[in-house]
């Protein structure tokens, strides 16, 4: 049996698909998938998504580069402040565009980091995403992509499609973590 993973990032008000993933729960039942939230200051929404089947990590809080002049201890004061409000203790920058600080962050407070191969800048406790779309390896199957991608009809099938063909359990990124070390 092998692990799914499913990511999309770039999750905020009114860019969620949310409708298409509840369809997808009530289908599959076993369903989870990772948001990666562009955490704008609506804690209402991020409440609504808060779902046994959905985890939340955080995204920064815009995608146009302000995350990259964060200190140390700013970036701590963000990670702490969403994961007080039930997002997973993980981070993904934006565009994988992970500074020193962040990461000194991150490991500081235990947290995990989602990065691309090469890019990883001693991050501790890391998610190597590889590709969007579907990457079947030997521990795991992952899907990850963009909530915005005009192929998302498509991802979505491809999830039906493993989920048919194949024996296998729904897992967060945090989760899948806590069973292998920085895969």
Not at 66 to 88: Q, V
Not at 120 to 140: A, C, P, S, V
Request: glycine letters at 6%; a negative charge; aromatic letters at 14%.
């Amino acid at each position: 049996m092998k692990n799914l993973i499913i990511s999309f990032d770039d999750i905020y008000k009114g860019n969620d698909k949310i409708e298409e993933f509840k369809k997808l729960k009530e289908e599959i039942p076993d369903f989870k998938v990772t948001f990666f939230v562009i955490a704008k200051d609506d804690i209402a929404y991020w409440e609504s998504l808060k779902e046994d089947w959905i985890e939340l990590v955080f995204h920064s809080t815009e995608h146009s580069g302000g995350w990259l002049k964060w200190s140390k201890e700013e970036t701590i004061e963000k990670l702490k402040y969403y994961s007080s409000l039930g997002f997973s203790n993980g981070f993904k920058a934006p565009g994988w565009k992970m500074t020193q600080n962040i990461a000194d962050a991150i490991n500081e407070l235990n947290f995990w980091g989602c990065v691309c191969k090469g890019h990883e800048f001693g991050i501790k406790n890391k998610w190597i995403t590889r590709n969007q779309g579907l990457d079947i390896n030997e521990n795991y199957i992952e899907m990850y992509g963009h909530i915005q991608d005009i192929d998302f009809k498509q991802k979505i099938d491809s999830i039906k499609k493993v989920v048919k063909n194949n024996e296998i359990r729904f897992k967060f990124i945090s989760e899948v973590l806590n069973e292998y070390e920085n895969i």
